[in-house]
C-alpha cells in the first residue's frame, strides 16, 4: 500500500499470514486455506494472487496492494463504492478478495462483457450468495472509472 | 396515554420516509475497504493461538493420551485434554487435545507430537440404502412422539387406540395440560394423554440399532383414496448431508480478566445467549461472562452455541495463565464437525384424479441428523393433501452433529413434496402449475389468518409472467436437441414470529441518539434495519444515530435463528422510538404552543401537525431538554400489535440440460416471495439473492461425500465441497410482495422461506427438460447421465 514494511519471519510463513499477524492489515481472510476461494487475494506488483499461497518470502520487495490500500471510508474506490450502491456484499467476508479481484479484472478489461465477468471473478467464492449485486457493481465501476 | 397500545403501530405507507426504501447498508463502506473486524480479525495483546489434535476414526473409544513431549516444548503455554482416556468418539475430526503457542506454526508443531490412542469400533455412514425389515418402534411414545401425532393431526380414534397400546415413557406434568387446552386440543384427546400408563423404554427392539423407525402417520383414508385415484404416480427422491460452510470458520479468542472473569470474542448468532453456556460448562456465573463480536462472516443457523471448541478455548486459556487464546477451526474441521444439514430420502406414491385433483399421498422416508438420527421432514409440504399415509425411519450415523440450516427440515419436505407432484402432474400429461393452481385451496394452513392459499395463488402468476412460463413452458422431455431446456416451480413457507428483543434508546440534550441492543448483524442488514425503523420514527437520518449491537452488556436479544430477527428488533426498536418521541413531546409542546398530540417528528425538525412552519430542529427540540436525556426502553413481545407470523413464497427456474455431458445450466430464476412489511427493501432483496444463490449451490454441487470404509469425509475443503461461482448462477429475478394485505402484518422473517424452494424448482425443471427425474440431489453430470441412460455401462448407479 505504498509503505515500506519489515518483519523476521520463518520461512514458511504466508505472505497472507505476514500481512494478517504482523502488519494488522485484516481485510485479506484465511478461508479455504489452499488457493480455491479466493477470500485472500491481494495485488502483488499490480497482479492478483491468492496471498495464501505466496510465501512471504518470496514477496520480498514486491509492491503489495492489500483492500485497506485501494480506499478507506470516506476515500472509497470507484469500485468499492460500487460494491455498496448494488449492496454486493451480505457478511462481507469475501468481499475484500472480491474487490482486489475486481480491481485486477477491470485493470485487465476496462469494458467488460458480462461474459467476462463470470470469467475473470471466477476464482472467488461467497457464500451468503451475492452474486447478483456483485454483477451490477462490476458494471458500474467499469463506467465509474472511465467517466 | 400510558395504556394506550393503539399508538404503538406502523406509519401508513404514505407516511413512511425510510421504511420500505432502497437504502444502502450502514455497515457497507467498513466492509469493502476491509475495516470490518470479524472474530477472526480480532488482535488481543498478547493472544496465544491454539491448534488442535482431532480423532481420525469415526467412532472410537480413546485409549491414551501422552501430551509430555508438547508440554516441554519452547513456545507452548497450555495443553488441555478435551476427551481423556475413556472417552467415547461419535465422528471423525472429533476434537481430542488443544494446545496453545505463541504463534500458529510453532502450535501446530506441538500438535503433531501430541500421541493418542484409540480402540476403534465399529462406525456407519450410509444414510442413502433404505432401511429395509426395521420393526416399528412399539415402545412407549416419547413427549417428540406425541407431539409429532398432534402435528399430524391424527384422527382421534387412533390417537387414543396408540396411546392405549403403546402407553407414555414419562409422567405426564400439568404443564403439558395446560399447553394442550391452551392449543386447543380435543377434550377426549387430553383425557387420553392423562389416562396413559406411564412404561419404561423397552430395550432396543430393533434388530439394527441404526434405525428407528417411528409410527405410521395416516391422515383421512388413504387406502379409499388410492382406491378413488384415477392416476398413481410412483417416484424416489432425496438429498444428502450438507454443510454450512461459513467463510469464517467457527472460533472464538477467550481470556480471563481475573481468576473467575471470562471475556469471548467469538464468532456467534447469538451474542445475548451464550453467556449462561459458558456458565454451565466454566461452572462461573453468568454475569461474569463478557461477550463480544462486531461482525460474523456466516452462519446459516451453525453458530447458536459457544461448542465444545468455546468451552475448551476457554480452558485453555485458563492454563496458560489466562492469556487471550484464539481458536478458529480449520476448513477441514469446519466441514467435517461445524455443519451439518440432515439428510433426507423418500419414496412417494401420489394418487389424483384425471382432472389433477390430488387426493391420496403415501411415502415411505429416512434420513439422518448425525448421531441421535433426527425427524421427519413435513411432507407433504404445503400441500396438504386430504388421504395420507406416511412412515419415517430416523439413521444414527457418525456422519457429524446436525446443526440447524436455513429453514430446518423444509427444503427436504419442499424437494421430495414437489418433485412427487411435478412427476404425477407429468403423468397426469399437465402443466403443473395448472395442476397446482387446481389444488390452491389445500395450501391454506387450518388457522389461516390472511388467506395464504391467494398469496400462493398470486405469487405463482406473478413467477409465471416474470420467467415466461406462458412462452417457454412444454411438456415433459418434449424439447428438441441435445442442450433442452425445462421449467420448474415450487412454492413454500416459514413461520417467522420477532423473537424477545429489549432495545434501550436515549436522546440526549445534544440531539444526539444512542441506540443499544444485544443484537447482531449476520450481513442480513439488521444493523440498517434497526436505525430505519427508528430513523422513520424520530424523523432523523441514518447518519443521525449511532448503533450499538454485539455485546452482551447491551440490552438482552434473542439469538438470530428462524428468521425471527427482523420481527424483535423491528417492533422493540419501534417501541423505543415511539415512547423516546412521546416523551421528546411532551417536552417542547409549550415551547411550540401546543399539545403534545399535535406535534409530529419529519424531516430533523418538531412541527405542529396542522401548522408546520411552527417548528423547532431537532437539535433546538432537544437542547429544551436540560441535563436529562431521555432514555426509552423497548420490548418485544409488548403493547401493540406489530409482528405476525406466517409468510408464502413461490420459486421458479428456468434450466439447459447437455444430454450428452449432464451438465445442467442455469438459465433464470425467479422468487416471489412474501415478509409482510418489508423494512429494508435493498437488502431484503439481497437476502432472497442469496438464498436463491444458495439454493443453486446445494441442487448442483454440495454433498458431505462419506467413505463408508473409514467413516471420515472424503472432501473437507474447499475444491471438492463446491460452492455457486459468479458464473453458476444465471439471471436471477426477485420480487416482494408489498401493500395492501402484506403491509399491515408488521415485518416477518426472510432468512428461511426463500431458501426452501430452490431445490424443488430446479430438480423439476430438469426433470421436465430432459423427461426423466434424477432422483438424488446434488444434480451432478454423471447423476443425469445415468437418469437418462438406466441400463447404461458399468456404472449405471446413483
Redesign the interface.
Given at each position: 500500500n505504498g509503505k515500506k514494511l519489515n518483519a523476521q519471519l520463518?520461512p514458511?510463513?504466508t505472505l497472507l499470514?505476514a500481512l494478517?499477524?504482523q502488519f494488522?492489515?485484516?481485510?485479506?481472510?484465511?478461508?479455504?486455506?489452499?488457493g480455491?476461494?479466493g477470500?485472500c487475494t491481494v495485488l502483488m506488483d499490480n497482479k492478483a494472487v491468492y496471498s495464501c499461497s505466496v510465501l512471504a518470502i518470496d514477496a520480498q520487495s514486491a509492491q503489495i496492494t492489500?483492500?485497506?490500500g485501494?480506499?478507506?471510508?470516506?476515500h472509497?474506490h470507484p469500485i468499492?463504492?460500487a460494491?455498496?450502491?448494488n449492496?454486493a456484499?451480505?457478511?462481507?467476508?469475501?468481499?475484500?478478495g472480491f474487490?482486489v479481484a475486481t480491481k485486477a479484472f477491470l485493470d485487465q478489461h476496462p469494458n467488460p462483457t458480462p461474459e467476462q465477468?463470470?470469467?475473470g471473478?471466477?476464482g472467488?467464492?461467497?457464500?451468503?450468495?451475492?452474486?447478483?449485486?456483485?454483477?451490477a457493481a462490476i458494471l458500474q465501476a467499469a463506467k465509474t472509472k472511465g467517466a | 396515554m400510558a395504556d394506550d397500545n393503539s399508538k404503538y403501530g406502523w406509519p401508513a405507507a404514505d407516511q413512511r420516509t425510510l421504511i420500505g426504501k432502497r437504502i444502502s447498508r450502514v455497515d457497507g463502506p467498513e466492509k469493502v475497504s476491509g475495516r470490518a473486524k470479524y472474530t477472526y480479525d480480532v488482535h488481543r495483546p498478547g493472544m496465544l493461538y491454539g491448534k488442535v489434535v482431532r480423532s481420525p476414526h469415526a467412532h472410537a473409544k480413546v485409549v491414551s493420551v501422552d501430551t509430555s513431549a508438547a508440554e516441554k516444548m519452547p513456545g507452548i503455554k497450555g495443553v488441555y485434554i478435551i476427551q481423556d482416556k475413556g472417552s467415547e468418539i461419535h465422528w471423525a475430526g472429533d476434537d481430542v487435545v488443544v494446545v496453545a503457542a505463541v504463534d500458529e506454526p510453532t502450535a501446530a508443531d506441538a500438535a503433531r507430537t501430541i500421541k493418542v490412542e484409540y480402540e476403534p469400533l465399529p462406525h456407519f455412514v450410509d444414510d442413502f440404502t433404505q432401511p429395509q425389515n426395521v420393526p416399528e418402534n412399539t415402545g412407549p411414545l416419547t413427549r417428540r412422539d406425541l407431539f409429532q401425532m398432534l402435528d399430524d393431526e391424527m384422527p382421534e380414534q387412533q390417537f387414543v387406540a396408540t396411546l392405549q397400546k403403546r402407553g407414555l415413557a414419562f409422567k405426564v406434568a400439568p404443564a403439558l395440560i395446560k399447553q394442550l387446552q391452551d392449543d386447543e386440543q380435543p377434550e377426549n384427546v387430553i383425557k387420553a394423554i392423562q389416562a396413559a400408563p406411564v412404561k419404561e423404554p423397552e430395550p432396543n427392539n430393533s434388530s439394527n440399532s441404526s434405525y428407528k423407525k417411528e409410527a405410521e402417520q395416516v391422515k383421512g383414508d388413504p387406502d379409499a383414496g388410492f382406491k378413488e385415484a384415477e392416476v398413481v404416480s410412483e417416484g424416489i427422491y432425496g438429498c444428502p448431508v450438507i454443510t454450512h460452510c461459513c467463510l469464517e470458520s467457527h472460533g472464538s479468542i477467550a481470556e480471563w480478566t481475573d481468576s473467575d472473569h471470562l471475556f469471548s470474542h467469538i464468532s456467534t448468532q447469538n451474542v445475548s445467549g451464550l453467556a449462561g453456556q459458558y456458565a454451565q460448562a466454566l461452572n462461573i456465573p453468568e454475569a461474569n461472562v463478557h461477550v463480544h463480536q462486531d461482525h460474523i462472516g456466516g452462519g446459516f443457523g451453525s453458530k447458536f452455541g459457544i461448542d465444545r471448541w468455546g468451552a475448551y478455548t476457554a480452558q485453555v486459556s485458563k492454563k496458560a495463565g489466562g492469556k487471550p487464546v484464539r481458536v478458529m477451526l480449520e476448513r477441514d474441521a469446519e466441514l467435517e464437525v461445524a455443519g451439518c444439514r440432515p439428510s433426507a430420502f423418500a419414496k412417494v406414491k401420489v394418487g389424483a384424479k384425471k382432472d389433477g385433483t390430488l387426493i391420496a399421498w403415501q411415502s415411505e422416508s429416512w434420513g439422518t441428523g448425525g448421531p441421535g438420527g433426527g425427524g421427519a421432514p413435513p411432507m407433504p409440504y404445503v400441500v396438504n393433501i386430504p388421504n395420507q399415509r406416511k412412515q419415517h425411519t430416523a439413521v444414527a450415523t457418525n456422519i457429524g452433529p446436525a446443526r440447524a440450516w436455513r429453514a430446518p427440515n423444509h427444503p427436504q419436505g419442499c424437494l421430495i413434496t414437489m418433485s412427487a407432484i411435478e412427476d404425477c402432474a407429468a403423468k397426469l400429461g399437465m402443466d403443473p402449475m395448472q395442476l397446482m393452481l387446481k389444488n390452491i385451496a389445500l395450501t391454506a394452513p387450518s388457522e389461516d389468518t390472511y388467506h395464504r392459499a391467494d398469496t400462493y395463488r398470486d405469487e405463482l402468476m406473478i413467477a409465471a409472467d416474470l420467467i415466461g412460463w406462458k412462452q417457454n413452458w412444454h411438456p415433459r422431455g418434449q424439447d428438441s436437441g441435445t442442450v433442452k431446456r425445462g421449467l420448474g416451480l415450487a412454492i413454500h413457507t416459514w413461520g417467522g414470529r420477532g423473537h424477545e428483543s429489549n432495545c434501550a434508546l436515549t436522546i440526549y440534550p445534544t440531539g444526539s441518539v444512542e441506540i443499544q441492543m444485544g443484537t447482531q448483524d449476520l450481513g442480513v442488514g439488521t444493523r440498517t434495519a434497526i436505525l430505519i425503523v427508528a430513523g422513520d420514527t424520530l424523523g432523523l437520518q441514518l447518519n443521525q444515530m449511532e448503533l450499538k449491537i454485539g455485546d452482551n452488556q447491551y440490552p438482552k436479544s434473542g439469538g438470530s435463528g428462524g428468521s425471527t430477527t427482523i420481527g424483535g428488533v423491528s417492533s422493540s426498536t419501534r417501541r423505543a422510538a415511539i415512547d423516546a418521541r412521546e416523551q421528546l413531546f411532551a417536552k417542547v409542546a409549550s415551547a411550540l404552543n401546543a399539545k403534545p398530540d399535535d406535534l409530529e417528528a419529519v424531516g430533523g425538525s418538531i412541527r405542529v401537525k396542522s401548522a408546520p412552519s411552527r417548528s423547532l430542529s431537532w437539535k433546538d427540540a432537544c437542547a429544551r431538554l436540560g441535563t436529562q436525556p431521555i432514555q426509552a426502553l423497548g420490548k418485544n413481545p409488548g403493547p401493540g400489535d406489530l409482528i405476525s407470523s406466517g409468510v408464502g413464497g413461490a420459486v421458479m427456474a428456468d434450466v439447459s440440460v447437455d444430454t450428452e455431458t449432464g451438465v445442467v445450466k442455469m438459465n433464470k430464476m425467479v422468487c416471489v416471495q412474501d415478509c409482510g412489511l418489508v423494512i429494508s427493501l435493498k437488502t431484503a432483496e439481497s437476502q432472497v439473492y442469496g438464498a436463491m444463490i444458495m439454493g443453486i449451490a446445494t441442487t448442483l454441487y454440495e454433498e458431505k461425500i462419506m467413505d463408508n470404509n473409514l467413516g471420515t469425509m472424503l472432501n473437507p475443503n474447499m475444491d471438492f465441497y463446491r460452492l455457486a461461482g459468479i458464473g453458476d448462477v444465471g439471471e436471477l429475478v426477485v420480487h416482494m410482495m408489498t401493500g395492501k394485505g402484506y403491509d399491515e402484518r408488521g415485518p416477518i422473517g426472510l432468512g428461511e422461506p426463500p431458501t426452501v424452494g430452490p431445490m424443488a424448482a430446479i430438480g423439476n425443471a430438469v426433470a421436465n427438460a430432459i423427461g426423466v427425474r434424477v432422483p438424488f440431489l446434488p444434480i451432478t453430470p454423471d447423476r443425469v447421465v445415468n437418469a437418462l441412460n438406466p441400463k447404461g455401462g458399468s456404472n449405471a448407479t446413483v
Open positions: 520463518e514458511r510463513v499470514d494478517r499477524d494488522e492489515l485484516t481485510g485479506a481472510k484465511r478461508v479455504c486455506d489452499r480455491t476461494c477470500a492489500t483492500v485497506e485501494l480506499g478507506e471510508p470516506g472509497l468499492q463504492q460494491f455498496i450502491d449492496d456484499q451480505q457478511c462481507g467476508f469475501c468481499t475484500p474487490v465477468i463470470k470469467h471473478l471466477g472467488n467464492f461467497c457464500r451468503c450468495g451475492t452474486y447478483a449485486g456483485m454483477r | -
